[in-house]
């Protein structure tokens, strides 16, 4: 199944794709993310997403959770819903069509190295497991469910590890296709 996947991914890899991509992601990360969380401060400067919160223990996701104050948690809660389930999806292509559009072109299609174009896959579906596990906890809450806490905890460090896998590719594409002049790879 992931070979079928990485093979679609190669097939859809155009570069004006992965440009326009490249726009939406620029976009939910540098601008609506980061837009949501200022509206989440609300007048106050400690309280952060808790999908920024790397190795937080659950005392201090619980203690986040109750700073965003009422209001805050539903409004997190929405944003978990929408933009946050839009932003995976376009980082998900915008990385497997750039990893694929670069190894198109630094690798010849038997290397082995080729089937890493779907790691982008894994970001998203601990991304996916980080939203359902934030939007549970915000609608407990004050219930405090320790073991829920502790798979946000997992789920958001094996996303961010997918996440730098997919920049540590991109960078080896990168390589890999400048030595090569950007030519295609038959």
Do not use: H
């Amino acid at each position: 199944m992931l070979s079928r996947i990485s093979e679609k991914f190669y097939g859809w890899a155009k570069g004006g794709l992965v440009i326009a991509l490249l726009v939406l992601t620029g976009f939910f990360g540098g601008f609506l993310m980061p837009l949501i969380s200022g509206l989440m401060q609300g007048g106050q400067g400690d309280i952060q997403p808790l999908d920024t919160m790397l190795f937080a223990p659950p005392d201090e996701l619980f203690n986040m959770i109750e700073k965003y104050g009422e209001y805050g948690r539903v409004f997190y809660r929405n944003a978990e819903l929408t933009a946050d389930i839009a932003y995976p999806i376009a980082y998900l292509f915008f990385f497997a069509l750039a990893i694929s559009w670069l190894f198109q072109r630094g690798f010849a299609p038997e290397n082995p190295l080729r089937k890493f174009n779907v790691v982008p896959l894994g970001a998203w579906f601990f991304d996916l497991l980080e939203n359902l596990a934030i939007v549970f906890l915000l609608s407990v809450f004050p219930s405090t469910p320790t073991a829920v806490a502790w798979l946000l905890f997992a789920f958001i460090a094996v996303k961010w590890m997918f996440a730098l896998a997919c920049i540590v590719l991109v960078l080896i594409g990168l390589a890999a296709a400048l030595k090569n002049g950007f030519r295609k790879r038959a």
